[in-house]
Structures are given as structure tokens and as C-alpha cells.
């Protein structure tokens, strides 16, 4: 069995272009990042191609998790909601509420991202405004969220 080396997973993304090559659709994606998405072996290959054709044509972020070298795994659609409340829980994480999620999800304080993600919940809370998000559903960890853009449909 061939290990995979994840880069990143369960980043929210903006798709900035698809264009098809012999080896697979290259997806390049907002800030530089491009990925290629294998045909074979992808048991999920025309769910993750829908996904970042909705995301392009919506101007929404897609849930990605890529691999090396530069290899694309997985494109799911991205989720949003306003955060309700964000307080500490334990030394390691946050506890966040939604308005529209009944369960009660967690923001690790190692996440590399998590001062950027924590700014965004917080602004959600304060504003009562939506963000999207990208969540790891066991464990219901809050990976990353980014403001929903005024004007943007959701």
C-alpha cells in the first residue's frame, strides 16, 4: 500500500481555473496553488470535478485536501453558518456554537491557521454574520472559516 503525503487537508479554496490535460483537469486555485486531479484510482473523480466547477461558477470556496506532489484528493463543497458563541473549553481548544448546527464544534488551539480562523468566528459572533466553513465532522473540530463576502450567494 502506497502512503500519501498529505500537504494540506480540509482548506477552504477559491478555484480560479480548471483547464484539462491529458493526465487530469489541473485545478489552479486563488494565491497560486494548482493541483492536478488523477482519473484513476479517484473513486469520488466526477463528485470532486462537480464540486470545483459549482465553486468556480459560484465564486465559492471548495473544501480541499491535496497531496504531493501537488495532487489533488479531495473537492468538497464548502459549508456556512454564523457563529454563535466562542469560549475556551480546555487548554488545547475553543468550544464554538452555531446558529444553524445543533452540535457543539471545537477549534484547536494547534491549528497553524488558528489565529486567522479564530478572528473570522469571532467576527461571525460579533456581526452575526455568515462564514464559510470546513469541518473534520468525527471529532467536530472547525478547521477553517473564511467571511462570506458581502453580496456573495450562498
Known amino acids: 500500500m502506497n502512503a500519501v503525503l498529505v500537504t494540506f487537508a480540509l482548506k477552504l479554496m477559491f478555484v480560479k481555473e480548471i483547464r484539462e490535460t491529458d493526465a487530469g483537469p489541473e ?19 466526477a463528485e470532486n470535478l462537480g464540486n ?6 459560484n465564486k465559492f470556496p ?5 497531496a504531493r506532489p501537488d495532487r489533488v484528493v479531495t473537492i468538497d463543497s ?5 457563529a454563535r458563541d466562542l469560549k475556551d473549553y480546555d487548554a488545547d481548544r475553543l468550544q464554538v456554537v452555531f446558529w444553524g448546527h445543533a452540535a457543539r464544534y ?15 468566528l469571532e467576527q461571525s459572533a460579533k456581526n452575526r454574520s455568515l462564514v464559510w466553513l470546513s469541518f ?3 471529532d467536530k473540530v472547525v478547521v477553517d472559516a473564511l467571511p462570506v463576502e458581502r453580496g456573495a450567494r450562498k
Open 27 to 45: 485545478i489552479q486555485f486563488v494565491g497560486g496553488c494548482v493541483g492536478r486531479l488523477p482519473r484513476q484510482g479517484n473513486g469520488k473523480y
Open 52 to 57: 470545483a466547477r459549482e465553486g468556480l461558477k
Open 62 to 66: 471548495v473544501v480541499t485536501t491535496m
Open 78 to 82: 464548502a459549508d456556512s453558518d454564523t
Open 106 to 120: 471545537y477549534l484547536r488551539k494547534d491549528n497553524p491557521d488558528f489565529h486567522r480562523v479564530r478572528a473570522a
Open 136 to 138: 473534520e465532522l468525527r
